[in-house]
């Protein structure tokens, strides 16, 4: 199987459309997908799911440092589920001499803990009742 990759500078050559109850994309006026909505909606979500890993492995160093800062202000909860990124971070919290300089312990007013629980999720939707 084939398959077609997108730069980021030809995304704009992209197109998705619907007629009836499928849904339609092509790339510079060639179809890749014609599928039933129930599948489109599949797809969007996967989509969606591995843009946002990518998202989150692009931005690594990034998520380490503000978890660091949390970290060090003894806030509970994490920016990642990656057990890797959180280690990291603990390192950073402990051993990063300007985090050490400008978050004392004393000036941290939040909980004193090295526990992180992974990251916090929000789940949007209706609510059944």
Known sequence: ??????????????????????????HDGRLLFDLEYEAALALARALRVQGKAAEEEAQAERIVMDQAILTRLGVPFG???????????????????????YIRPGRARGIESQAVFGKARVIGGRRDG
Not at 2 to 22: K, N, Y
Request: net charge positive; with cysteine.
């Open 1 to 26: 199987m084939r398959g077609v990759l997108i730069q980021a500078a030809r995304v704009s050559s992209v197109t998705v459309r619907r007629e009836g109850t499928r849904v339609l994309v092509l």
């Open 79 to 101: 920016l990642t589920s990656r057990s890797d990124l959180l280690r990291e971070a603990c390192k950073e919290a402990a051993w990063n001499s300007d985090l050490r300089r």
